[in-house]
């Protein structure tokens, strides 16, 4: 009797064990794993690499143009290519999806002066495209004004001289007292951000006043020549106007229009327009992988 019991039970903790699960095989004998996900709960769960979330390559880039197709994608993080939006470059992007008709984007460009932009489409209306402005696009000129920068070039006093990304390769050269040249240009900028013809920032007083004149001209191959002379404001009370000492030692005062340096402290801030071979446009140009990666540096010369 007791051997018969024995066997029952074995038979019946056999039966049991049928379709059991191995634990030495850590789930591998799972017939159907997606389902046994679900059953879980899980089936909503985020992989690595879903809409972006911690991808080391945001392989999911989208195709055509930005603003016509997404409206279509969840919230997440992706790429784009040169030709879905405005920049022409590489990028990422992260949506932001409140509803159909209020959805927003963050876009980052790989590299040019452009470091991030907004995109909203709002209430159902057309997209808006917004520019963040940032030390990649803009700058504080020598009167504390922030203005756009795009290729500028900066005169000290003494004729040196700083270049930034954009205008790097650029030139200047003091030829007297108060006279550069700057070369390896093509004139002023030609979008007119910052005035009729491109843009020449003086510096100024307290009062608002400019603290000399400029007399410019474009020469024929594009080099900008200038010279700068002193302004007396004489139009100020008499307190208040520019009189800049010209010598220490016999308490000399320069005349209104008098050939001068910049004051002491100061610069001249120009912007210009940089031919198509400059170094700038040549990464451009010559940077169509997104992989590829690009050194910012600011450039002073002597």
């Not at 603003?67 to 990422?92: A, I, L, M, R, T």
């Amino acid at each position: 009797m007791t051997q018969k019991v024995t066997l029952d039970s074995i038979r019946a903790l056999q039966a049991a064990m049928e379709g059991k699960l191995d634990k030495s095989q850590s789930g591998a004998d799972i017939p159907n794993k997606p389902e046994f996900v679900k059953n879980l709960g899980l089936g909503n769960a985020l992989k690595v690499g879903d809409y972006g979330v911690g991808s080391n390559n945001l392989s999911n880039k989208i195709a055509g143009y930005l603003w016509d197709v997404g409206g279509n994608q969840p919230s997440g993080f992706y790429g784009y290519s040169p030709s879905s939006h405005k920049d022409e470059v590489w990028g990422s992007f992260i949506k932001l999806r409140w509803n159909d008709g209020n959805q927003q984007y963050l876009v980052f460009p790989n590299f040019g002066g452009n470091a991030m932009r907004i995109v909203r489409f709002s209430g159902g209306n057309s997209w808006s495209d917004y520019t963040v402005w940032t030390t990649g696009n803009a700058d504080f000129d020598g009167n504390g004004f922030l203005k756009k920068t795009s290729p500028i070039i900066q005169i000290h006093p003494d004729g040196t001289f700083t270049t930034n990304d954009e205008s790097e390769g650029a030139t200047v050269t003091r030829l007297g007292l108060g006279h550069y040249k700057l070369s390896g240009i093509l004139g002023y900028n030609s979008d007119g951000a910052w005035g009729v013809h491109g843009g020449i920032s003086v510096p100024r007083d307290v009062n608002g006043n400019e603290l000399v004149y400029v007399d410019d001209k474009v020469l024929p191959d594009g080099a900008i020549e200038i010279r700068v002379t002193h302004r007396q404001n004489a139009h100020m009370p008499a307190r208040l106007q520019n009189r800049r000492i010209k010598s220490q030692d016999e308490q000399t005062h320069y005349t209104d229009d008098e050939a001068c340096d910049l004051p002491a402290g100061t610069r001249l801030d120009v912007r210009v327009q940089m031919p198509e071979d400059s170094i700038w446009n040549q990464k451009q140009v010559l940077a169509p992988d997104p992989q590829q990666e690009y050194s910012v540096t600011s450039v002073v010369n002597k």
